[in-house]
């Protein structure tokens, strides 16, 4: 993750002036993030698979490359 260099402690004590508000995650909030890369999907396209002793989600049919 790069560091915003823009942002500065203001007065009042909050940081992050330039930083949109909001959530990053839009819609109904029915999302999950995937075990393998970390991505948030709906829970439709995420299936389950035994990693470690452990049911974790992962993305199906297979994770898409991070560019």
Do not use: N, W
């Amino acid at each position: 993750m790069s560091k915003d260099t823009c942002t500065a402690v203001r007065d009042d004590g909050l940081r992050y002036a330039s930083k949109l508000g909001g959530s990053p995650f839009q819609g109904s909030g029915q999302t999950r993030s995937c075990f393998k890369c970390g991505r948030h999907r709906p829970p439709s396209s995420l299936q389950s698979k035994r990693i470690l002793g452990r049911t974790e989600l992962i993305c199906k049919p297979a994770c898409e490359p991070k560019v």
